[in-house]
């Protein structure tokens, strides 16, 4: 809650003269009865001290009252919530193309970083070619195969720190969620950079590591220039300066790993290419606009996929791990099932992921319950479009709201409940065809890297609960109950997991 009353003191101050005292009323004329409903807000401020710290569960609710479709105005920022999967495939269906910009916040504005992410960049040629570049060349199904043996290493590193850390006999248990962290950080930096670059017995981490948090905690903060634009020169929470700081850091760090990695590919030329390898090969004899892609936006697509990848990966196995906690029976069937499937005494292989249904319906229902990012990464109208007999002006925001979506009873049977069940005799899927279950969006802009991080989550959580029996203390049910979340550039659980390892009998 601390974040609202920052924004308020900093709207008051600034902004308090210009606001009426009195609630908006609808506008009379024919534009503002073709505009979507919603709740009335204040002049200035709009809806924004409406939405509370949980603003996806708090406009979820605002469906009965208003329907598929709700129109909100955060700040001075028109903005579109899309709450039903019918309203989402006609916007993915239909309009993909008008909503196809995304909106920036503005500490992504830093050193070009939404001009040269695929996530953030504009809907164009630049976007197009590195987008055939990552789903041809990077993030294909023989790609990631290729690399099968790196998330083998990286995981069983992970199973042996937290087989480490149990051993010790820790009071309150193990922060799993950290260790789960670092091993999709190492992953990621050996797809990327062929090289290692965390470990628990850093405390701090590599440089990199901790530059790379310190961005995912300032991009994860609320500021209030999002909501204002004109504030965007005082920038009076200062995150825009601290993050051009931050950010001139790490590129050069990252400038370091790339030049250390092309000497290292001169010196010593490998069979198997990693991602850096593939991208520089491809820029270089592509004809398309992957040729003129500069150092510096290199730099920023390896961060890119840094601050996709990690910390989704921690999020949603702490998720799972805390809704297999809370059902005992669905841990037992997945359990029961690696034991069938893999054999005690047997290390789990991505290769046995389709041979595990029981596991892969845990996988999506708690990306059903618990969406990494509930609103999706924020798209923007590109033009005026007549959207379900409604009028969305240009440059308006649209959140899709994917918890709500996921928790719809109309689309699910005991919608709120966790079952993983409801999948074993489905072929919904989360790769975007199925618009009651978007965690990673749909459309043109779908996520990229949907193929890795399905056999990440999947060979990450199946090896923890095959390698482990998992408890947690008095204490640790209480806070495995409290499911309030925190902000950032994920959903994270606000009170941190913590579970108590036993390594299985072999």
């Given at each position: 809650?601390?974040?609202?009353?920052?924004?308020?003191?900093?709207?008051?101050?600034?902004?308090?003269?210009?606001?009426?005292?009195?609630?908006?009323?609808?506008?009379?004329?024919?534009?503002?009865?073709?505009?979507p409903?919603?709740?009335?807000?204040?002049?200035?401020?709009?809806?924004?001290?409406?939405?509370?710290?949980?603003?996806?569960?708090?406009?979820?609710g605002l469906?009965?009252?208003?329907?598929?479709?709700?129109?909100l105005?955060?700040?001075?920022?028109?903005?579109?919530?899309?709450?039903t999967?019918?309203?989402?495939?006609?916007?993915?269906?239909?309009?993909?193309?008008?909503?196809a910009?995304?909106?920036?916040?503005?500490?992504?504005r830093?050193?070009?970083?939404?001009?040269a992410a695929?996530?953030?960049?504009?809907?164009?040629?630049?976007?197009?070619?590195?987008?055939?570049?990552?789903?041809?060349?990077?993030?294909s199904q023989?790609?990631?195969?290729?690399?099968?043996?790196i998330?083998?290493?990286?995981?069983?590193?992970m199973?042996?720190?937290?087989?480490?850390?149990?051993?010790?006999?820790?009071?309150?248990?193990?922060?799993?969620a950290?260790?789960?962290?670092?091993?999709?950080?190492?992953?990621?930096a050996?797809?990327?950079?062929?090289?290692?670059?965390?470990?628990?017995?850093?405390?701090?981490?590599?440089?990199?590591?901790?530059?790379?948090?310190?961005?995912?905690?300032?991009?994860?903060?609320?500021?209030i220039?999002?909501?204002?634009p004109?504030?965007?020169?005082?920038?009076?929470?200062?995150?825009?300066?601290?993050?051009?700081?931050?950010?001139?850091?790490?590129?050069?760090?990252?400038?370091?790993?790339?030049?250390?990695?092309?000497?290292?590919?001169?010196?010593?030329?490998s069979?198997?290419?990693?991602?850096?390898?593939?991208?520089?090969?491809?820029?270089?004899?592509?004809?398309?606009?992957?040729?003129?892609?500069?150092?510096?936006?290199?730099?920023?697509?390896?961060?890119?996929?840094?601050?996709?990848?990690?910390?989704?990966?921690?999020?949603?196995?702490?998720?799972a791990?805390?809704?297999?906690?809370?059902?005992?029976?669905?841990m037992?069937?997945?359990k029961?099932?690696l034991?069938?499937v893999?054999g005690?005494?047997?290390?789990?292989?991505?290769?046995?992921i389709?041979?595990?249904p029981?596991?892969?319906?845990?996988?999506?229902?708690?990306?059903?319950?618990h969406?990494?990012?509930?609103?999706?990464?924020?798209?923007?109208?590109?033009?005026?479009?007549?959207?379900?007999?409604?009028?969305?002006?240009?440059?308006?925001?649209?959140?899709?709201n994917?918890?709500?979506?996921?928790?719809?009873?109309?689309?699910?049977e005991?919608?709120?409940?966790?079952?993983?069940?409801?999948?074993?005799?489905?072929?919904t899927d989360?790769?975007?065809?199925?618009?009651?279950?978007?965690?990673?969006?749909?459309?043109?802009r779908?996520?990229?890297?949907?193929?890795?991080?399905?056999?990440?989550?999947?060979?990450?959580?199946?090896?923890?609960?095959?390698?482990?029996?998992?408890?947690?203390?008095?204490v640790?049910?209480?806070?495995?109950?409290?499911e309030?979340?925190?902000?950032g550039?994920t959903?994270?659980?606000l009170?941190?997991?913590?579970?108590?390892?036993?390594?299985?009998?072999?």
């Amino acid at each position: 809650m601390d974040w609202i009353y920052t924004l308020f003191v900093c709207c008051v101050a600034l902004l308090a003269p210009a606001a009426l005292l009195f609630r908006l009323r609808p506008r009379s004329g024919s534009s503002a009865s073709q505009l979507p409903p919603g709740p009335k807000g204040w002049p200035v401020f709009g809806n924004m001290f409406d939405l509370g710290p949980m603003p996806h569960k708090t406009i979820a609710g605002l469906r009965s009252a208003y329907g598929q479709v709700v129109w909100l105005r955060i700040g001075s920022i028109n903005t579109m919530v899309v709450q039903t999967a019918e309203a989402a495939a006609v916007l993915f269906k239909s309009h993909d193309a008008s909503f196809a910009e995304r909106t920036i916040i503005e500490v992504m504005r830093a050193h070009g970083f939404d001009r040269a992410a695929l996530s953030l960049a504009p809907y164009g040629p630049y976007w197009r070619a590195m987008k055939r570049m990552m789903t041809a060349e990077m993030l294909s199904q023989r790609r990631i195969g290729e690399t099968e043996a790196i998330r083998r290493r990286c995981v069983a590193d992970m199973v042996e720190w937290i087989g480490n850390a149990a051993e010790t006999g820790q009071t309150r248990g193990i922060h799993v969620a950290r260790f789960v962290f670092l091993a999709s950080f190492n992953m990621l930096a050996n797809l990327m950079l062929s090289r290692d670059l965390v470990s628990p017995e850093a405390a701090e981490g590599s440089e990199f590591h901790s530059a790379m948090l310190e961005l995912m905690n300032c991009s994860g903060t609320p500021n209030i220039v999002d909501l204002f634009p004109f504030l965007r020169r005082i920038d009076p929470q200062g995150l825009r300066r601290k993050i051009d700081r931050g950010m001139e850091k790490t590129l050069k760090i990252v400038a370091g790993f790339v030049e250390r990695r092309r000497k290292e590919m001169k010196s010593n030329p490998s069979s198997r290419k990693d991602f850096l390898e593939v991208l520089l090969e491809y820029r270089g004899n592509s004809d398309d606009e992957c040729d003129q892609i500069s150092d510096h936006q290199l730099h920023i697509i390896i961060m890119e996929v840094f601050l996709a990848g990690s910390e989704t990966t921690s999020s949603t196995i702490e998720w799972a791990m805390v809704e297999l906690l809370r059902h005992p029976a669905a841990m037992s069937a997945a359990k029961e099932e690696l034991r069938r499937v893999v054999g005690e005494g047997s290390r789990f292989e991505e290769a046995q992921i389709d041979d595990l249904p029981y596991l892969q319906a845990v996988v999506k229902e708690t990306l059903r319950l618990h969406p990494p990012v509930p609103f999706l990464v924020p798209r923007r109208a590109i033009r005026e479009v007549e959207f379900m007999s409604y009028r969305i002006p240009e440059n308006t925001q649209v959140f899709v709201n994917a918890w709500a979506i996921g928790r719809d009873p109309r689309c699910w049977e005991e919608a709120g409940e966790f079952k993983p069940e409801r999948f074993l005799e489905s072929r919904t899927d989360y790769k975007g065809h199925n618009f009651e279950l978007i965690p990673f969006g749909a459309g043109r802009r779908i996520c990229a890297g949907i193929p890795l991080a399905h056999r990440m989550l999947n060979l990450v959580l199946g090896s923890l609960l095959h390698e482990f029996e998992w408890g947690v203390d008095e204490v640790g049910e209480k806070e495995m109950a409290d499911e309030r979340e925190r902000m950032g550039v994920t959903v994270r659980k606000l009170v941190p997991l913590m579970v108590i390892a036993r390594r299985c009998s072999t």
